[in-house]
């Protein structure tokens, strides 16, 4: 998200609105930009669509809760840090089972939750929208974790 990238050979889909990829689809990114916020005292105000990134210091076991349309979803609540802050998060659907593949110390990014701010705290609520993962390469991206995550 937010990458400059070049594409070359593929065909637009007008009807369907999308770029398709064939055998001699050629992409290469040109720049990268960093969206993701690092640092928790930053957030001052309710940011929707947000990106971060934090060292995940808890994790609640996956529950399951009823839908109002019937069914079930399933839940998960961590807390992640910047290495000074800590934030909440609530996890809905697909973002709280990929959970189970996280660990604690992991440094994890999640795309396109919603952040609310009140007093000196944070709380981010992800959903079947967003997108949860964790990659050791998020810490060049957020020098502030490396020492937080030794």
């Known amino acids: 998200r937010g990458n400059r990238v070049f594409i070359k050979n593929a065909v637009l889909d007008a009807v369907g609105d999308r770029l398709r990829s064939g055998k001699n689809t050629i992409m290469t990114k040109i720049s990268q930009t960093n ?3 690092c640092n928790y005292k930053e ?12 060292k995940v210091i808890e994790i609640d076991p996956i529950r399951y809760v ?3 349309g019937g069914g079930q ?3 998960c609540n ?6 000074k802050e800590v934030a909440n998060a609530s996890l809905w659907g ?18 396109f939750c919603n952040i609310k701010a009140e ?14 993962f964790a990659s050791k390469a998020l810490l060049a991206r957020c020098p502030e974790l490396s020492a937080a995550h030794s």
């Open 35 to 37: 969206f993701s916020i």
């Open 43 to 54: 957030i001052k105000k309710d940011i929707k669509n947000a990106d971060i990134v934090g």
């Open 66 to 68: 009823n839908k109002l």
């Open 73 to 75: 979803i399933a839940v």
């Open 78 to 83: 961590i807390v992640i840090s910047d290495g």
């Open 94 to 111: 697909s973002t709280a089972l990929a959970t189970a593949s996280i660990n604690i110390n992991d440094v994890i990014k999640i795309e």
């Open 119 to 132: 007093d000196n705290s944070r709380s981010i609520y992800a959903n079947e929208n967003s997108r949860i």
